[in-house]
């Protein structure tokens, strides 16, 4: 079973530009729970796990605009990697590193 607890740096690339945000998974089973932090503030995060196959999904808003960023990837030792579906907004790609 896939071991995902601990702090992960997020990287994503959209159309235009990038961010780097990061994460604190915490695993219970196939179940995901945590935080994320980007420049938008610090959110709850829920998700699963399947084997290596990881989604996320993560609600993001500023002022009075939202959406939820939803992460799809897989695990490959310590990276996370995959598509992210931001809704109207597009999608992107990102990477996560484990850093703790």
């Given at each position: 079973?896939?071991?995902?607890?601990?702090?992960?740096?997020?990287?994503?690339?959209?159309?235009?530009?990038?961010?780097?945000?990061?994460?604190?998974?915490?695993?219970?089973?196939?179940?995901?729970?945590?935080?994320?932090?980007?420049?938008?503030?610090?959110?709850?995060?829920?998700?699963?796990?399947?084997?290596?196959?990881?989604?996320?999904r993560?609600?993001?808003?500023?002022?009075?605009?939202?959406?939820?960023?939803?992460?799809?990837g897989?695990?490959?030792?310590?990276v996370?990697?995959?598509?992210?579906?931001?809704?109207?907004?597009?999608?992107?790609?990102?990477?996560?590193?484990?850093?703790?």
């Amino acid at each position: 079973m896939s071991d995902l607890n601990g702090a992960w740096k997020v990287q994503i690339r959209f159309v235009r530009g990038a961010a780097e945000h990061s994460m604190q998974l915490e695993q219970s089973g196939d179940e995901i729970r945590g935080g994320y932090r980007s420049q938008y503030g610090a959110r709850e995060l829920r998700g699963s796990v399947s084997g290596g196959n990881v989604q996320l999904r993560v609600p993001v808003h500023y002022e009075s605009v939202g959406t939820t960023y939803s992460f799809s990837g897989q695990l490959d030792g310590d990276v996370l990697r995959g598509k992210v579906d931001l809704g109207e907004y597009g999608t992107g790609t990102w990477e996560a590193q484990r850093v703790g």
